[in-house]
């Protein structure tokens, strides 16, 4: 488990998944970071939806990426002010890669 501290000071339970089995599922918030970055945050419903999203989500993907899942998922209202929370947080502890591309 990753402490992740959100940019409003609240913290998040990030849970790694491997990099090879995981797969975007609606209402699963999911977050790739690289080294000490977060490159993209969301779930399945982001990267259908959304061109940019899915354009960083891409991105992302071909770097070397550690895979979380945010554990527990927010409500659907509050999602987007969550990944957007995560993105422009930092960890509260060393990052240390589980599982890189």
Same mark, same amino acid.
């Given at each position: 488990?990753?402490?992740?501290?959100?940019?409003?000071?609240?913290?998040?339970?990030?849970?790694?998944?491997?990099?090879?089995?995981?797969?975007?599922?609606?209402?699963?918030?999911?977050?790739?970071?690289?080294?000490?970055?977060?490159?993209? *945050?969301?779930? @399945? /419903?982001?990267? =259908?939806?959304?061109?940019?999203?899915?354009?960083?989500?891409? %991105? $992302?993907?071909?770097? &070397?990426?550690?895979?979380?899942?945010?554990?527990? *998922?927010?409500? @659907? /209202?509050?999602? =987007?002010?969550?990944?957007?929370?995560?993105?422009?947080?930092? %960890? $509260?502890?060393?990052? &240390?890669?589980?599982?890189?591309?």
């Amino acid at each position: 488990m990753l402490l992740w501290i959100g940019q409003s000071g609240r913290q998040y339970r990030l849970l790694p998944e491997s990099f090879t089995d995981f797969q975007l599922r609606n209402g699963v918030v999911h977050v790739l970071i690289s080294k000490r970055a977060v490159l993209w *945050t969301g779930s @399945a /419903e982001d990267v =259908v939806g959304d061109p940019q999203s899915r354009s960083f989500f891409r %991105s $992302a993907m071909a770097k &070397k990426i550690t895979v979380y899942r945010l554990e527990p *998922t927010p409500e @659907a /209202e509050a999602r =987007v002010l969550v990944c957007w929370d995560i993105l422009h947080g930092h %960890s $509260a502890e060393p990052l &240390k890669l589980v599982e890189a591309h």
